[in-house]
């Protein structure tokens, strides 16, 4: 058993790490501050609503709780609001974190697990995107990601910290039992877009072109189910204990679906059509985005196992149709 400290932990991704570190025999510490996240999502280990940047609580979470391995979700994710309010970004996705690694120092906890994002490496330079991809974020919500990744790159090698970064493509699904799955305000991402479109909410959502070079017209991207990032995690978790330095993976299926297929998975989902319009070209969107996750199959021994577009949906339908949070 290893005592972890979730950091963002009533959020999408971080709720479902707690689940599944619970399930695997850890002791859970929830840290979120609930600007984002949700307080019923916290269903498992001890919850404490507070900043990561607030020393004095880190410390006697950290202490008291004996925390071994900090899990970092917390973030501020949105692409547009991150042009829009830079400063914001920086404050609370960089300054707020090197806060939390200034406190673990102190406390002597050196493992580390962030959660990255393929936004660091903007345009691709190649269908299928690894670990040596250049890094050139075109927003600041990447060019966050990016300088915390820096940050631990330069911590392991200055005060030997073990971390690993996770970049995730596009992160997707649900808990299949349907207690807990993905729900932001405002909802960016497609799937759930579709979902609470279906559910009956008033969503404009439209299909940003379909004249892409793919093999219906529309952009493809690589879904990775949330249950699957969590159990990288929990490789992660065991790699941090036996490896020094800095390393970072690329997570996702490594094959990608069009926008249109993930239509018609929702369609088949939901046992009725939807009229989903086609509108022009988002600026800045490539026509494909997708892992090689090769590098975590490899060095962690991971692979994904909800790697059906099918199975991704209905997990989240099963979600979206429960009362919520």
């Known amino acids: 058993m290893t005592n972890v400290l979730v950091v963002g932990g009533a959020g999408y991704i971080g709720s479902h790490m707690c689940m599944r570190l619970q399930e695997a025999g850890h002791a859970v510490t929830v840290l979120d501050n609930l600007v984002t996240g ?171 072109g379909a004249d892409y070079p793919t093999r219906d017209g529309s952009c493809v991207r690589d879904y990775v189910h949330v249950c699957d990032l969590a159990d990288a995690h929990l490789h992660a978790l065991e790699f941090t204990g036996q490896h020094t330095g800095f390393h970072s993976f690329n997570l996702g299926n490594g094959s990608g679906y069009t926008v249109f297929e993930v239509i018609r998975a929702a369609e088949q989902v939901i046992g009725r059509s939807l009229d989903i319009p086609v509108g022009p070209r988002r600026a800045g969107d490539p026509a494909v985005l997708v892992a090689s996750s090769r590098k975590a199959h490899d060095v962690l021994g991971w692979r994904p196992r909800h790697t059906g577009i099918h199975e991704i949906v209905a997990d989240a339908w099963r979600w979206h149709q429960q009362p919520g949070f």
């Open 38 to 208: 949700h307080r019923a999502a916290a269903q498992w280990g001890e919850f404490v609503q507070g900043a990561m940047d607030d020393a004095p609580l880190v410390a006697e979470l950290l202490r008291r709780r004996r925390i071994e391995v900090v899990m970092h979700f917390a973030a501020s994710s949105l692409v547009g609001q991150s042009v829009a309010q830079p400063y914001d970004y920086y404050r609370n996705n960089v300054v707020a974190t090197l806060g939390l690694l200034e406190s673990m120092r102190a406390a002597g906890v050196d493992r580390f697990i962030f959660s990255s994002t393929a936004a660091i490496f903007g345009e691709p330079k190649s269908e299928l995107i690894d670990e040596g991809h250049p890094c050139r974020p075109i927003n600041p919500y990447g060019k966050t990601k990016l300088a915390v990744e820096y940050m631990l790159q330069d911590a392991a090698a200055a005060y030997g910290l073990r971390a690993v970064a996770l970049r995730y493509f596009n992160a997707a699904g649900a808990d299949p039992g349907g207690r807990i799955g993905e729900s932001h305000e405002p909802e960016t991402h497609l799937i759930p877009r579709l979902l609470r479109k279906a559910a009956g909410e008033a969503l404009d959502v439209q299909i940003f």
